[in-house]
């Protein structure tokens, strides 16, 4: 029964939607947020990909963004450093 609830919680996590990929004609996603995910094993949710996007928008267009947030919703655990990550030029 344990390997069984264990296999299923594996196969669930393999067939999880991954919010950071693009699928066009092929399937793009950016490396680092998988890494980011593998290391801290957490899935990224939508929300926490679109805002970290928005930021990276705002820095290639030179300009300076602050972004609400409620309580629980990762801005010291998953945005921070995804930021930090993404930004990083050395």
Same mark, same amino acid.
């Not at 950016?30 to 947020?33: T, Y």
């Given at each position: 029964l344990a390997c069984a609830l264990?296999?299923?919680?594996v196969a669930e996590q393999l067939n999880a939607v991954r919010?950071?990929?693009?699928?066009a004609t092929t399937v793009q996603y950016?490396?680092?947020?998988l890494v980011?995910?593998? &290391?801290s094993n957490m899935m %990224?949710?939508?929300s926490q990909v679109k805002i970290v996007g928005t930021f990276m928008d705002?820095?290639?267009q030179g300009k300076s963004?602050?972004?609400q947030m409620i309580m629980g919703a990762g801005k010291t655990t998953v945005i921070?450093? &995804?930021?930090?990550?993404? %930004?990083?030029?050395?």
């Open positions: 264990k296999a299923q919680a919010h950071f990929t693009k699928v950016d490396p680092r947020l980011i995910e593998f &290391l %990224l949710r939508e705002s820095v290639a963004l602050c972004h921070a450093p &995804l930021l930090v990550l993404l %930004l990083a030029d050395s």
